[in-house]
Nanobody, 114 residues
C-alpha cells in the first residue's frame, strides 16, 4: 500500500491550495479516505473524511466552508481543496486510507504566511 501526497507549499493568508493523494496497492474505490493535519507541538487532527463512493463528507469545524474533500476513483486519488487559508492552517497534511490497519502517506507541508 502506498499513499503519495502532493500540492503543499507556501501561500499567503486568504490564498488557496489543492492537495492530492494518489493511492496504490489496495482497492481504493471500496474504502473511505481521510485528510489529517499536524501542526508543530500539536496532536494530529482529522480535517476531512469522504466515504468510498464520495457521497458522505465530514469536516472539522475549523475548516467547514473553506475546505472541500473529493475523490476520483478512476484515478485512485483523493483531493483537498483549501480556500481562504489562515495562518492557523499551517501544518503537515496527511492522507489516510481506511483499509486494513490504516495507512498513511508521508505528508505534505502547508505554510500560510505573509
Amino acid at each position: 500500500v502506498q499513499l503519495v501526497e502532493s500540492g503543499g507549499g507556501l501561500v499567503q493568508p486568504g490564498g488557496s491550495l489543492r492537495l492530492s493523494c494518489t493511492a496504490s496497492g489496495f482497492p481504493f474505490s471500496y474504502y473511505g479516505m481521510n485528510w489529517y493535519r499536524q501542526a508543530p507541538g500539536k496532536e494530529r487532527e482529522l480535517v476531512a473524511h469522504i466515504t468510498a463512493a464520495g457521497g458522505g463528507l465530514n469536516y472539522a469545524d475549523s475548516v467547514k466552508g473553506r475546505f472541500t474533500i473529493s475523490r476520483d476513483n478512476a484515478k485512485n486519488t483523493v483531493y483537498l481543496q483549501m480556500n481562504s487559508l489562515k495562518p492557523e492552517d499551517t501544518a503537515v497534511y496527511y492522507c489516510n486510507a481506511l483499509y486494513g490497519v490504516g495507512y498513511w502517506g508521508q505528508g505534505t507541508q502547508v505554510t500560510v504566511s505573509s
